[in-house]
């Protein structure tokens, strides 16, 4: 049975009443059918879903639409490393709770938390915001006889059979 | 004593601009709930100056060698660094997260901004000698002109002034800022130090604006691309858009972090990550933990620890250093974070019937 073991509303903080003030709270067996517990809140909301196993729980959190990031807590290097392996998520967090990449890595969500083709910061930021320009240049020789002909493709292909005309 | 709020403005071309919007935004300090300033929606002409203005400075910014343009970078690390706790008081005092976490959200902008100090090296190109016979192809990356960056509210210094800005100007391109309307501030205060570093008029400028002024971003001709974090209904109409003005787009959106708790885990150090996860910055983060899948056998027992380690949280002001945790940013999320409580509630959870404890939740 869902539960709200800890309510956070309405905390008084004496000497700040008219600020916007939240204390923590906790939901306890939240099911996959109650939308507190797949949609973004942005507040200090937890809500706890039990599982049986490591299956079912990868299985819970692989349903998501969003996937920023994703954390497994074990001492279980096996475990560990198939989570890695298999969770949706584009920031992995082994016994870290909050895996941000530092800004040489980038930022990397996967599904409906990132539109777009190349993340923030890392090398996906610098060809954001650079774009590719190829010069290909030949110089000819100063005498006419040893220029060469113009061919159809104008040097500009490699697997062309040299005698082939 | 109640500070008159303070009327803000827009940079366009390095000049800081009173609107001519008759049209302003509140923006509070959380901790008391007072109005600390108003900042303008800025109009549509206003928004194109900023964007003409980006246009006018690129030419010479993308033609100053990517070496003496991170001279300007590493002068702006140096001055973040002297008005740190500067920084971190606009910050905590605008958006509502401790002292600690404001901090970082500072400093996170001079981790970029070391990164990108890098560039020279970083956006040099690739070449191949007689790729075919007699013919030789030289790469260059090269900037495009002028981006957009859509900033939220929950992180006012990293993600404008981090993530947006330095490798886009250090890689020669010029920007316009637009910040988040509640808490426009810090990124005011840190283009001033941008320009105190040096950079030349134009390069970043800033405006507050409504949504309807903030769409001309996705649509101008002379917006070479755009990079939003926000919402995913936003994200996704900022893509579909700006993609279909032939821009290239990075939205960050909305996320849903869940953390797999198994049996064998530290259980004290996991709750107390756990705490952090999803209390820090009192749950506004893109990458805070607000679910965790536990194996039934060791939940009650990882339920009691965290019961425990919250009420060691203490609520206070942003600015006071022992405060454990701030407010939310301010009154329509504080009603928005409430309402998917009572959602929760709705959804068929029993509510907990424990008493008050003073400054913190119903246990």
Known sequence: MPKLVVDGRDPVVPGYENGF????????????????????????????????NFEEGLAIMNASRFANGSVIYTQNGHYAREFSKRTHAGMVGINVGIPVPLGIFGFTGHKQSFFGDLHVMGMDGVRFFTEQKNVTATWFPEDAEACGEVDTWDGTISSMPVDSK | MLEEPKKLKYCAGGKWLESKTDKFMDCYNPSTGEIIAKAPCCTAEEVESAIAAGKAAFPEWADTPASKRVQVLYRMKALVDEHLEELTHILCKEEGKNWRESMGDVLKV??????????????????????????????????LGVFAGIAPWNFPAMIPHGWMTPLCIA?????????????????????????????????????????????????????????FVGSTKVGGHIYATAAANGKRVQALTEAKNHALVLRDCKLERTARGIINAYCGCAGARCMACPVIVVEDCIADE??????????????????????????????????????????????????????????????
């Open chain 2, 110 to 143: 001079n981790e970029v901004v070391e990164f990108a100090c890098g560039v020279p090296h970083l956006m040099k190109g690739v070449s191949g000698m007689n790729v075919s016979v007699g013919y030789d192809t030289v790469m260059y990356n090269e900037p």
């Open chain 1, 21 to 52: 003030y939240l204390a923590p709270s906790i939901f306890d067996h939240v099911t996959e059918e109650m939308s507190v517990g797949r949609e973004e809140i942005f507040g200090p909301v937890l809500c706890v879903k039990r599982v049986k």
């Open chain 2, 302 to 363: 990882v339920i009691a620890l965290l019961k425990k380690f919250v009420g060691e949280l203490s609520l206070g002001p942003a600015y006071d250093p022992e405060t454990g945790m701030g407010p939310i940013m301010n009154e329509g999320h504080l009603k928005f974070v409430t309402d998917w409580i009572q959602k929760g509630v709705d959804e068929g959870a029993e509510t907990g019937r424990g008493r008050k404890r003073s400054g913190g939740s119903r246990v």
């Open chain 2, 171 to 227: 890689t020669g391109n010029t920007i316009v800022l637009k910040a988040a309307s509640f808490v426009p501030q810090t990124s005011m205060r840190l283009l001033e130090l941008w320009q105190e570093a040096g950079l030349p008029d134009g390069v970043i400028n800033l405006v507050t604006t409504s949504r309807n002024e903030a769409e001309i971003l996705l649509r101008h001709s002379d917006v070479k691309g755009v990079t």
